[in-house]
């Protein structure tokens, strides 16, 4: 089965400094999804990357799919308070998405000070 | 507006109560998926379907059922509550990308 590592678990930064988080797995990457989540609320959809070397922008947060790495990286420029929570990866396990969902990392926690 | 709804959005359960928790989208999707979310562990997969009157285990199906009698509904039941599904539970439908629910937290004391 596929497992998603997320790096690094938790991660304090200086509001407008830059940061990068890392999401590697143990197969090939089909279909990476990034998702937010605000502490005690639901799953907000950040990207979505399919193909080797994609990279896809929404307004300060860009994300970098790398094939042959098997990895996933989101990266947030001039951190505001209102990136802080925690972000997931999930994988999708085949081309097109498998029937039984995706497999998620365990996320790392942002947290942004002031 | 469009989306999968759960309900409900909070419940106390006592040790060997069951209960429903409720999932509904009104997108027409075939496939569903029920994750619970434990602190620090990501989501993992409970049971979903891959449309009406099929359904399959995912990663931790033990303490639960589901059914899926129509499209749009695809209820997880719990029928002896344990501490250790304390968690918090959400739903999701998929056609081209995935749509989650809100959200249930469920506390078993």
């Known amino acids: 089965s596929q497992e998603l590592e997320q790096s690094p678990q938790s991660l304090i930064v200086q509001e407008g400094k830059n940061l990068t988080i890392n999401c590697t797995s143990s197969?090939?990457?089909?279909?990476l999804y990034w998702y937010k989540q605000k502490y005690g609320e639901g799953l907000i959809f950040l990207m979505m990357?399919?193909?080797?070397?994609e990279e896809k922008s929404h307004e300060k947060i860009t994300a970098k799919l790398d094939e042959k790495k098997q990895q996933s990286s989101l990266h947030i420029t001039a951190s505001q308070p209102s990136h802080a929570g925690i972000y997931l990866c999930?994988?999708?396990?085949?081309?097109?998405?498998?029937?039984?969902?995706?497999?998620f990392g365990k996320g790392t926690h942002l947290i942004i000070q002031p | 507006n469009a989306g999968v709804t759960q309900t409900p959005k909070f419940r106390i359960l006592k040790i060997g109560q069951s209960m429903t928790l409720q999932c509904t989208q009104d997108?027409?999707?075939?496939?569903m998926y029920w994750y619970r979310q434990d602190p620090g562990m990501g989501l993992k997969l409970i049971y979903y379907?891959?449309?009406?009157?099929?359904?399959d285990k995912g990663e931790v199906p033990n303490g639960y059922n589901v059914s899926r009698s129509t499209t749009e509904d695809f209820p997880l039941r719990l029928e002896l509550a344990a501490p250790s599904q304390t968690s918090v539970y959400f739903c999701?439908?998929?056609?081209?990308?995935?749509?989650f629910g809100s959200g249930t937290r469920l506390t078993v004391v």
């Open positions: 999701a439908s998929r056609r081209d990308g995935y749509t």
């Open positions: 197969k090939t990457l089909y279909g």
């Open positions: 990357l399919q193909k080797g070397g």
């Open positions: 999930g994988a999708d396990p085949e081309v097109g998405g498998g029937a039984d969902g995706l497999t």
């Open positions: 997108m027409n999707h075939n496939y």
């Open positions: 379907s891959v449309g009406a009157g099929i359904t």
